[in-house]
């Protein structure tokens, strides 16, 4: 390593300007960022499952268009993401490999199961909303990839989290059955939600590093504090109780004290143990195989219409020209 390199580098952290894809970076510091983009990225592809199980359940047509395009969205967050990786010098495919055989991981949220219509509303109400408050300082971060993604993906979050607080104040304005469906689906999210935010500082193996390097802006606690300050007033307006008996306001700290998730349960989930971890898996290794034949269609489409530029701008005639619509289908 060079050290006027290393100094060029460490300059660009401190005044909070961005590294770019050809500037030299410490190895370590791509890896970090290739594990966190990436876990980030399948987090987002694998967080369509749990609420496209209810697009075809949607109660009316407009929850169903509104939801069809909340879950295309997270298709796209994970597109911007893997084409941000991809910057760091590893290819998509090989990042889905390691996804697939359990080389990387995804949010633990996502393996606990959809069971009822208002999950849709917790979901996006606590669980994008969780993102949201991970997600904005990362459009800060010292990697520019990185935080340009985040800019549009975090302006499509704040919708999400707006959909699922309307689905919950709707139900919360409905019958008795439908407030109750509301509580249930609050009292089973607000807890893996809160873990979401990962293990405590005192214990984060990564933090320490991230935030010297500017690619996390504040810590898990921190992190987990905002959301908790921001989600009570919400829940008041929503009619909603929290299920965690220990929540109170702090009037001297100016914060809303509250009972840590539990981190056994959250390391056991992360480890595979969760409710849904094997399903999830399963069905992303699927769609995967099913997916191989447009894979190989769009690579050999792409040597054909390099092979034609070739034989244009050389004047010899080249392969013929591929019809529009393949035979067998027209
Ligand atoms: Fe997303
Ligand atoms: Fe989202």
């Not at 991981?105 to 393996?111: A, G, H, L, R």
């Given at each position: 390593m060079d050290s006027a390199e290393q100094e060029a580098f460490e300059a660009t952290i401190a005044a909070d300007s961005t590294i770019e894809p050809r500037d030299w970076m410490p190895e370590e510091y791509r890896r970090t960022l290739i594990r966190q983009i990436a876990q980030h990225a399948h987090s987002e592809i694998i967080g369509m499952q749990p609420e496209g199980n209810w697009i075809g359940r949607a109660p009316t047509l407009a929850r169903k268009a509104i939801l069809l395009a909340k879950v295309q969205d997270e298709a796209g967050h994970g597109l911007y993401l893997y084409a941000a990786a991809e910057t760091l010098g590893v290819s998509r495919d090989d990042l889905e490999r390691r996804l697939l055989d359990g080389r990387q991981k995804y949010s633990s949220i996502f393996n606990y199961p959809t069971l009822t219509w208002a999950d849709v509303g917790a979901i996006g109400w606590l669980v994008d909303g969780a993102a949201i408050v991970n997600q904005v300082p990362l459009?800060?971060?010292?990697?520019g990839p990185y935080a340009r993604a985040m800019i549009r993906i975090c302006k499509e979050e704040s919708f999400h989290q707006r959909q699922g607080f309307d689905i919950l104040y709707t139900l919360t304005r409905g019958t008795d059955e439908q407030r109750a469906m509301a509580q249930d689906a609050v009292d089973r999210w607000w807890y893996p939600s809160l873990a979401m935010f990962g293990p405590p500082d005192a214990i984060s193996t990564h933090t320490e590093r991230s935030m010297a390097w500017r690619i996390k802006r504040f810590s898990n606690d921190h992190l987990r504090q905002k959301f908790v300050d921001m989600i009570v007033p919400q829940a008041e307006v929503l009619g909603v109780r929290l299920p965690d008996?220990?929540?109170?306001?702090?009037?001297?700290?100016?914060?809303?004290?509250?009972?840590?998730?539990?981190?056994?349960?959250?390391?056991?989930?992360?480890?595979?143990r969760g409710p849904a971890n094997r399903q999830r898996l399963t069905h992303r290794r699927t769609a995967y195989e099913e997916g191989a034949w447009v894979r190989e269609a769009a690579v050999a489409y792409a040597a054909k219409a390099a092979a034609r530029a070739a034989s244009q701008s050389s004047g010899t005639a080249g392969p013929p020209r591929a019809p529009a619509v393949p035979d067998e289908v027209a």
């Amino acid at each position: 390593m060079d050290s006027a390199e290393q100094e060029a580098f460490e300059a660009t952290i401190a005044a909070d300007s961005t590294i770019e894809p050809r500037d030299w970076m410490p190895e370590e510091y791509r890896r970090t960022l290739i594990r966190q983009i990436a876990q980030h990225a399948h987090s987002e592809i694998i967080g369509m499952q749990p609420e496209g199980n209810w697009i075809g359940r949607a109660p009316t047509l407009a929850r169903k268009a509104i939801l069809l395009a909340k879950v295309q969205d997270e298709a796209g967050h994970g597109l911007y993401l893997y084409a941000a990786a991809e910057t760091l010098g590893v290819s998509r495919d090989d990042l889905e490999r390691r996804l697939l055989d359990g080389r990387q991981k995804y949010s633990s949220i996502f393996n606990y199961p959809t069971l009822t219509w208002a999950d849709v509303g917790a979901i996006g109400w606590l669980v994008d909303g969780a993102a949201i408050v991970n997600q904005v300082p990362l459009c800060r971060c010292s990697y520019g990839p990185y935080a340009r993604a985040m800019i549009r993906i975090c302006k499509e979050e704040s919708f999400h989290q707006r959909q699922g607080f309307d689905i919950l104040y709707t139900l919360t304005r409905g019958t008795d059955e439908q407030r109750a469906m509301a509580q249930d689906a609050v009292d089973r999210w607000w807890y893996p939600s809160l873990a979401m935010f990962g293990p405590p500082d005192a214990i984060s193996t990564h933090t320490e590093r991230s935030m010297a390097w500017r690619i996390k802006r504040f810590s898990n606690d921190h992190l987990r504090q905002k959301f908790v300050d921001m989600i009570v007033p919400q829940a008041e307006v929503l009619g909603v109780r929290l299920p965690d008996p220990a929540l109170r306001f702090n009037a001297k700290t100016g914060h809303w004290e509250f009972t840590p998730p539990d981190y056994d349960e959250l390391f056991a989930v992360i480890s595979g143990r969760g409710p849904a971890n094997r399903q999830r898996l399963t069905h992303r290794r699927t769609a995967y195989e099913e997916g191989a034949w447009v894979r190989e269609a769009a690579v050999a489409y792409a040597a054909k219409a390099a092979a034609r530029a070739a034989s244009q701008s050389s004047g010899t005639a080249g392969p013929p020209r591929a019809p529009a619509v393949p035979d067998e289908v027209a």
